[in-house]
């Protein structure tokens, strides 16, 4: 029950009315529900709509949760090179001047910015019909038709969502994006340049010292009310799945999480501490739909929200950060790690330019036309500084930590541990509200 009071000046609260939100109005994962307001006298005198998010726990979790990297970054891993879907786009829009040779978001892809040293590599995943996760950016495919009408009829395409097609489905299309493919140079002569490739095989087959930038790909709603995807998975199922893939096939792999949509941030937190989320920002731009939510299109707002949620940090939007770069050093001084995505990023004097800001991360396309083939910077570091912050947390650790010892906590947050206090399943439901009433 809803207790609504009214101020009355030189008294105390009125009591004007209540509500009763009952568990069955609480169907999916996440959604909105509007109740009635009943005054003392069971007189109708408003409305109130909640907007709610279910958090379940990851049933049969393989996560070791002894150590976290959920807050864990170095002081150095500041400029890292991140390679976008891969070695880039391989689809043309208006703002890319130059399109990869290789398809996006495959394995020859993710090894290409590899080998020229990528640290992270940036993908997208989201389901099949089937349930299996899959790397592959539009939420829709173009698959063409060939038109049984007059001769010399036009090729049709006809638009189905990723979600509707099994894998099986998806490796025997010939698909198309929803705009103009760049050509490339690789034909299908292997498996690793097949679009929709599982992400377990990313995990085993790409050289495991380039970390993994996983974004969760899921729908937003836009300013107009509409969505990107319609009648999408059941959120907690969807990102369950994702993470079940990840803890049991990513090694010793440095992955991070993102996503645009703030509570996704939020599950993926609290539903397992190994690997660190970043939240994805659309900022102010004119380049794409704007999102309705305004924790993402306002990149102040979204750093207050960072730190409320407790994860890692930011991915800004470029376009938001060429504008107005104290931003960076804003999202900085909070102890947030900052990457940064965008078309603008495709240029080799704004990629410096991004990295003398302190940038931890600058996503782009096309790695080996920007920068000289080098060494990941992960290819040396065999996580012994968090077995040195496991053994601090050891039964037989001493009670004080050296100045000098990693299991020291930093004062901005940049290197620290993080554990569950314990293994009890709970499920946490949060709550947003709006009332109307006479």
């Not at 609260?13 to 109740?35: A, E, W, Y």
């Not at 996006?104 to 993710?110: D, F, G, P, Y």
């Not at 039964?395 to 100045?403: G, I, T, V």
């Amino acid at each position: 029950m809803i207790d609504f009071y009214m101020e009355v000046k030189d008294d105390v609260p009125q009591h004007i009315g209540f509500c009763h939100v009952l568990p069955g109005n609480i169907r999916d994962s996440i959604g909105t529900i509007v109740q009635p307001i009943s005054s003392m006298r069971q007189e109708p005198i408003g409305q109130i709509t909640i907007e709610y998010v279910v958090i379940r726990p990851l049933k049969d979790c393989p996560c070791d949760l002894s150590v976290s990297y959920s807050k864990h970054w170095k002081h150095g891993w500041t400029g890292l090179d991140i390679g976008h879907r891969g070695s880039g786009t391989s689809q043309k829009h208006n703002t890319l001047k130059k399109c990869a040779t290789v398809r996006e978001n495959t394995i020859a892809s993710l090894q290409r910015a590899t080998d020229h040293g990528a640290d992270f590599v940036e993908f997208d995943v989201q389901l099949s019909k089937d349930l299996v996760p899959v790397l592959f950016h539009d939420f829709h495919v173009n698959i063409g038709l060939n038109q049984k009408a007059k001769q010399g009829g036009a090729l049709t395409t006809l638009r189905i969502p990723v979600k509707d097609l099994t894998l099986k489905q998806l490796h025997e299309l010939k698909i198309s994006h929803e705009t103009d493919e760049c050509p490339i140079e690789e034909p299908y002569e292997s498996d690793l340049h097949e679009p929709f490739p599982m992400l377990q095989l990313a995990l085993e087959n790409v050289s495991t010292h380039v970390g993994f930038n996983v974004e969760i790909k899921w729908t937003m709603q836009l300013k107009d009310g509409s969505y990107e995807l319609n009648n999408p998975f059941e959120l907690n199922l969807f990102i369950d799945i994702v993470l079940d893939a990840v803890l049991k096939y990513a090694g010793k792999r440095r992955i991070v999480f993102s996503c645009f949509h703030p509570d996704i941030c939020v599950m993926l937190r609290l539903k397992q501490n190994k690997y660190p989320v970043l939240f994805l920002t659309q900022g102010a731009t004119s380049k794409y739909p704007t999102y309705n939510d305004p924790r993402t299109q306002n990149t102040p707002v979204a750093i207050n929200f960072a730190l409320f949620a407790g994860i890692l940090g930011l991915n800004m939007h470029t376009e938001d950060i060429l504008r107005d770069p104290s931003l960076v050093k804003t999202a900085l001084s909070h102890g947030l790690i900052t990457f940064c995505w965008g078309d603008d990023n495709n240029n080799v004097d704004t990629i410096k330019y991004l990295k003398k800001l302190g940038l931890n991360g600058i996503i782009y396309d096309r790695i080996e036309d920007h920068i000289e083939q080098k060494e990941s910077v992960f290819l040396s570091d065999d996580g012994s500084d968090l077995l040195q912050i496991a053994a601090c947390l050891s039964p037989n650790s001493p009670p004080y930590l050296s100045e000098d010892s990693l299991c020291t906590l930093d004062t901005d947050g940049f290197n620290h541990q993080d554990t569950n206090a314990n293994g009890n399943e709970v499920n946490v439901i949060s709550f947003g509200f709006g009332v109307i009433g006479r």
